[in-house]
């Protein structure tokens, strides 16, 4: 088994991480009549409308960008999940979690990861909001 090195872990970039995740879900969720649920509203129906009706919208440059830019970011989103998948597993051998970011132990390093995934996911979203069309009052 390797040693653990000291300074391998982030524990204080990730507190920082920890208080902009936090500070930004209690805002969206105070300004949201939904509540705290807002945090879900980005995600299924509504977005998946959107992304198909850019990806239907024309063959104009702009159009060509913005599918672009929304195929990149549901990309960077599915290898999140399966990166965030693969921590599971991979955090059970004690090499993989010994030097990580929140090592040495499984917890921390487990944290650390997924604390990043909770931080990416809803910029990800915000941004495909912002890339895609509106998909109509039907589908908003």
């Given at each position: 088994?390797?040693?653990?090195?000291?300074?391998?872990?982030?524990?204080?970039?990730?507190?920082?991480?920890?208080?902009?995740?936090?500070?930004?879900?209690?805002?969206?969720?105070?300004?949201?009549?939904?509540?705290?649920?807002?945090?879900?509203?980005?995600?299924?129906?509504?977005?998946?409308?959107?992304?198909r009706?850019?990806?239907?919208s024309?063959?104009?440059?702009?159009?060509?960008?913005?599918?672009?830019?929304?195929?990149?970011?549901?990309?960077?989103?599915?290898?999140?999940?399966?990166?965030?998948?693969?921590?599971?597993?991979?955090?059970?051998?004690?090499?993989?979690?010994?030097?990580?970011?929140g090592?040495?132990?499984?917890?921390?390093?487990?944290f650390?990861?997924y604390?990043?995934?909770?931080?990416?996911?809803?910029?990800?979203?915000?941004?495909?909001?912002?890339?895609?069309?509106?998909?109509?009052?039907?589908?908003?």
């Amino acid at each position: 088994m390797e040693p653990h090195v000291n300074g391998t872990s982030a524990w204080l970039p990730h507190l920082v991480v920890l208080a902009i995740v936090a500070t930004w879900f209690t805002v969206a969720s105070r300004r949201s009549p939904f509540g705290w649920m807002v945090i879900f509203g980005p995600v299924g129906r509504p977005i998946t409308a959107r992304i198909r009706a850019t990806f239907r919208s024309g063959f104009h440059p702009l159009i060509l960008l913005r599918c672009l830019a929304a195929a990149f970011l549901v990309l960077l989103e599915v290898y999140m999940a399966w990166r965030i998948g693969e921590q599971v597993f991979a955090g059970l051998d004690p090499n993989f979690i010994n030097n990580a970011w929140g090592g040495p132990s499984y917890l921390g390093a487990m944290f650390c990861h997924y604390l990043d995934g909770a931080l990416l996911y809803p910029i990800c979203h915000v941004l495909l909001r912002k890339v895609t069309v509106p998909a109509g009052p039907t589908a908003e």
